[in-house]
């Protein structure tokens, strides 16, 4: 079973930075492919970045391109990862829960359901990200 606690949430303000940390345990493969979520208040849940080690793709929504960086930490093994989210030039609208998530059994973040969360099964708990001034 998978286990996914994410730490490195807070308050920032509009034009800060933050760095989020997901970290993993419980795959029995070293491929994995680990996706982060947010949802803002009144808002349905969205995908917000993904990254895989099995074909080393990295998918970004629109909203967060140029901004946002998602990346693996190389010295850690594909059994018990560590993935970053930074997050730059923040805007209110970013303020939202941010989970990251990630399916055993689809190791790649092609052709994923970042509107909904369909296909991810394992869910971390959560943190609070507020940007405001």
């Known amino acids: 079973q998978l286990q996914l606690v994410e730490s490195g949430g807070g308050l920032v303000q509009p034009g800060g930075s933050l760095t989020l940390s997901c970290e993993a345990s419980g795959f029995t493969s070293p491929a994995y492919a680990i996706a982060w979520f947010r949802r803002a208040p009144g808002k349905e849940r969205e995908g917000v970045a993904c990254?895989?080690?099995?074909?080393?793709?990295?998918?970004?929504?629109?909203s967060v391109k140029g901004r946002f960086n998602i990346s693996r930490d190389k010295t850690r093994d594909g059994y018990k990862p560590l993935v970053y989210l930074q997050m730059g030039s923040l805007k209110p609208e970013d303020s939202g829960v941010y989970y990251c998530?990630?399916?055993?059994?689809?190791?790649?973040?092609?052709?994923?359901?970042?509107?909904?969360?369909?296909?991810?099964?394992?869910w971390g708990q959560g943190l609070q990200v507020t940007v405001s001034s």
């Open positions: 990254t895989s080690n099995f074909d080393h793709y990295s998918w970004y929504a629109d």
């Open positions: 998530a990630s399916e055993p059994t689809r190791v790649s973040c092609y052709y994923r359901d970042y509107s909904g969360g369909t296909g991810f099964g394992s």
